[in-house]
């Protein structure tokens, strides 16, 4: 396989060497590339002998000598991947996007299972899709962390929920990896009456035999939408339930960090906590947050860090402020608590705090990341006018402007003639934002 070379810095080493668009890369120093991973790995050596074919299909050798190894060479790739996307090959009977209303943009309803996409951005990947080259590929780069959705250790189980007769077989894949000492964080979608209870129970044990190689496991909720008619009949989880599952994952750390010199493996996520209607622990529990962008820990490090901004923050509000805060229900009571701290310490600051209820994907769905332009927008407009309005920022798409159902940042700040500044989770940039600095 060879990859088309879209454009070329201008300046850079390539373009020194006379490498152009529309030139195909076939080669560095000897190695096939076939994709980003291969890229990567092989264009970070400082001398390289890059074998191309011009636009004219002839051949061409370049070679280049970087000052630094971790020197950009320049070239530019029309697709990031520089191969198709991988799609999933599972029908998992708690699958999300079987669960989304349609109208939505097309790139919503595309099921990813990619491995390079687990390296690069923390996906997490089944191993269903992945081949013996494939796994090799990762041991002979090194590549690490992985991150696996495991959901269950059971084979016959993994079978049955994800609906593809290589789901448990696939398993050896994890066992191999870990054999070889690759990193990895793995994820366990709960479903009430089906991987809960005893089969939990199992499945960390069982994960629990891997460690050191794997580093963490995050248990989260099975997420349940307003759109499931003809799908596999699943029940939510209630306070008693979400409870259970927080009490089995207790367990399991008190023996697992009693031999293992007080290192905790397992993790429920903030939503199973909040269901539970159970206290969140504090920061220090959740060691180097292995599983954060996995929904575990981010309220308690969210409180933290705003705590400690605005214990040390020394700047004077001279004016009134007015402004208000859009969450979702998950994050609404922290949110409010947050607003009042800083209220208290900034007598001219003044903080509406609204909670957005989940019409798109159905009330149940509580996390903001899952809020619509169009939800926000409804709850606002019977809300009183302020300066400034602070939205999650993780409920925009990555790297742009636009909420799931399509309407833009600018166009939600039409309708609401308003300012609207979305605010990542960070305690110490959302007391910023509060403050308008």
């Known amino acids: 396989m060879a990859v088309l070379i879209s454009d070329v810095m201008k300046g850079s080493y390539a373009h020194k060497k006379g490498i152009k668009s529309g030139d195909i890369l076939k080669l560095i120093n000897g190695k096939i590339i076939e994709d980003v991973l291969d890229y990567q790995f092989y264009i970070a050596d400082k001398k390289l ?4 074919i011009d636009s004219n299909g002839n051949q061409k050798k370049v070679s280049i000598t970087k000052k630094d190894e971790n020197d950009d060479v320049g070239l530019v790739f029309s697709d990031f991947l520089m191969d198709k996307e991988r799609s999933c090959e599972n029908n998992c009977i708690f699958c999300f996007i079987d669960q989304m209303p349609k109208g939505l943009r097309k790139s919503l309803y595309f099921k990813d299972d990619d491995s390079r996409l687990s390296f690069l951005f923390g996906n997490y990947i089944t191993l269903t899709n992945i081949t013996q080259k494939e796994i090799d590929r990762i041991k002979d780069m ?3 962390p992985v991150n696996i959705s495991v959901h269950t250790m059971n084979s016959k189980l993994r079978v049955k929920m994800m609906r593809n007769k290589k789901a448990g077989e696939s398993l050896k894949y994890l066992r191999e990896l870990a054999a070889f000492g690759t990193k990895i964080n793995t994820q366990i979608v709960v479903c009430p009456d089906i991987n809960d209870g005893e089969e939990l129970r199992f499945s960390l044990t069982e994960l629990a035999l891997l460690y050191p190689s ?4 995050a248990v989260v909720p099975v ?16 306070e008693e339930t979400a409870s259970q599952v927080i009490d089995i994952i207790d367990e399991f750390n008190a023996h697992f960090m009693y031999d293992n010199n007080g290192y905790r493996l397992a993790f429920a996520s903030d939503e199973l906590y909040l269901t539970a ?3 969140i622990p ?41 402004i208000t805060i859009a969450t979702g229900e998950a994050a609404f009571p922290l949110l409010s608590e947050l607003s009042l701290l800083a209220c208290n310490k900034y007598e001219k600051l003044n903080i509406n705090t609204v909670m957005v209820n989940n019409k798109l994907f ?12 169009k939800d926000i927008m409804e709850a606002l407009l019977k809300e009183p006018p302020s300066d400034e309005v602070l939205i999650p920022l993780a409920c925009l798409r990555f790297g742009e402007d636009l909420f799931l159902d399509g309407l833009t940042l600018s166009e939600l700040s039409k309708k609401l003639s308003a300012k609207i500044t979305p605010v990542e989770n ?10 308008g600095i």
């Open 142 to 144: 090194h590549i690490s």
């Open 223 to 238: 997420g349940l939408t307003c759109h499931r008619e003809g799908l596999f009949k699943l029940n939510a989880f209630t």
């Open 362 to 373: 159905g009330e149940s769905v509580t996390v903001a990341g899952l809020l619509s332009g």
């Open 214 to 217: 794997v580093e963490s496991i």
């Open 49 to 52: 002998d890059i074998s191309l």
């Open 426 to 435: 960070n305690g110490y940039t959302l007391l910023r934002r509060m403050l």
């Open 277 to 279: 209607k159970k206290e």
């Open 282 to 322: 504090s920061k220090e529990y959740y060691g180097d947050f292995n599983q954060y962008d996995n929904g575990v820990g981010m309220i308690a490090l969210l409180k933290d860090e705003f705590i400690e901004a605005l214990s040390s923050c020394e700047f004077d509000l001279l004016n009134n402020r007015n």
